[in-house]
């Protein structure tokens, strides 16, 4: 009914959550270290004997949970990750189902978890292999003290996806830069952690190889694999890239088409440029600020903020010092003043004294002479008689 009254006001969800991949790439498309590729036979093994277990022999009619088969990849960028799904998936002859994080992620409370439910759902339905490509960013650690709404949803998300993995009967894939940030949850529901490494020396010079169409790419005499691999320790992913541009800047050189051919340095130009890309990316990540990763974001923010709060705190204080000095000043003025007074006050009653004891004097004075009068006029009228 929400969702319904939801949908009135802002419109159904327009965009698929998954993208449907046809598979194209195979396992002779990659290069791997020979114990990433002892991992993955291992998890293609895994996949035939649980097609054999569970549907051939009937144990899912048996059984509703612990049935699926879920695999993690984590390794650096471009080691062939995400090929190596699209791999599996064409080798085990089933299409790969892409999660679109973009369109799972919902503003609405509790939706994003519904979504995440349904693509679980509707790779069962389609048995397709299921993919959540970079996902560190949905598979992220739970929080421990939920403050915020967010936090919760971000939790709650994450346990679905937990509980989705106990349940589902098919096969998904895990892709992750940071298998650190992945939830320890995860350790437990994920059958097979499979790690990509940087290739080597042989395994680069192979990878330059199959970059290339083994008829139709023009390839010059002086063209050194070796020497390219020997000198570049990169991943599948810049070599890949290093290829490409290589390929741009042969045809640029000047003449037909016909006679161009891709020679060792437009291999090394290209493979220089994409160095250099890399080193510009990380500038702009990290110096010039435009778009910084979060972690780096996040400790400038810190930084600016603690500046602006130094400079806030020293005009506070400024202002305490001045308020400070005005108020000794006036303290100052009001003992001076409190002092005046004083003293005025007890000048003031000193004469008062002294005018008093002048008239008790002087009332004194007159009692005697009052007195003696009296006695002379009592001695003259004793005499008299
Ligand atoms: N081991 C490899 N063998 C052959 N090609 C590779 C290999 N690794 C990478 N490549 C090439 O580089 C491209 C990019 O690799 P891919 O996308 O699979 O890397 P990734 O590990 O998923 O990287 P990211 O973490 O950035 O997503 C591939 O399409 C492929 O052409
Ligand atoms: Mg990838």
């Known amino acids: 009914m929400a969702d319904s009254i939801r949908d009135l006001f802002f419109g159904a969800p327009t965009r698929e959550l998954l993208e449907a991949v046809d598979p194209q790439r195979s396992f002779d498309d990659v290069v791997l270290p020979e114990r990433t590729l002892r991992a993955l036979n291992h998890a293609l093994a895994l996949v035939r004997k ?28 471009g080691t062939g990750k995400t090929i190596c799904a699209e791999a599996l998936a064409y080798t085990l002859n089933r ?24 693509v679980f759902r509707s790779a069962e339905r389609q048995d397709a292999v299921l993919f959540f490509d970079e996902a560190d960013a949905i598979a992220g650690r739970r929080f421990t003290s939920m403050q915020a709404a967010v936090d919760r949803e971000a939790n709650s998300v994450v346990n679905v996806l937990l509980h989705e993995l106990e349940t589902f009967p098919g096969i998904v894939i895990f892709a992750t830069n940071l298998a650190a940030n992945m939830d320890p949850a995860f350790e437990r529901r994920i059958r097979t952690h499979i790690l990509f490494e940087m290739p080597n020396v042989d395994e680069r010079e192979r ?28 991943s599948g992913g810049d070599i890949k890239n290093a290829v490409l541009k290589a ?22 130009q290209g493979m220089e440029e994409v160095i250099a890309g890399t080193s510009v990316m990380a500038q702009s990540l990290f110096e010039d600020g435009a778009a ?50 004083q003293t005025a006050v007890a000048e003031a009653a000193a004469a008062e004294v002294a005018a008093a004891r002048a008239r008790a004097r ?11 009068l009296a006695a002379a006029a009592l001695a003259i009228a004793l005499l008299r008689s």
Not at 108 to 118: D, E, L, N, P, R
Not at 308 to 335: F, H, I, V, W
Not at 362 to 372: D, E, F, K, N, R
Request: charged share 25%; proline share 5%.
């Open 292 to 341: 910084l990763p979060p972690l780096a974001a996040f400790v400038e923010e810190m930084s600016e903020g603690q500046e602006a709060l130094r400079a806030e705190l020293a005009l506070a204080a400024e202002r305490l010092e001045a308020l400070e000095r005005r108020q000794a000043g006036s303290l100052q003025k009001l003992e001076v003043k409190l002092d005046e007074r």
């Open 247 to 268: 390929a741009q800047i042969a045809t640029t050189e000047p003449g037909p088409d016909a006679g161009k051919q891709i020679h060792q340095r437009h291999f090394v």
């Open 362 to 372: 002087g009332l004194w004075a007159a009692v005697i002479v009052s007195v003696c």
């Open 50 to 77: 649980h097609d054999l277990i569970f549907r051939q022999w009937g144990l899912a009619e048996r059984h509703t949970s612990g049935l699926g088969l879920a695999f993690h990849f984590a390794g650096a960028p």
């Open 207 to 234: 990878i330059w190889r199959v970059q290339l169409h083994p008829h139709k790419t023009p390839l010059a005499e002086d063209v050194d694999f070796r020497a390219l691999a020997e000198a570049y320790p990169r």
């Open 95 to 118: 299409k790969l189902l892409v999660v679109r994080y973009a369109e799972l992620e919902s503003r609405w409370v509790g939706q994003t978890a519904k979504h995440v439910a349904s």
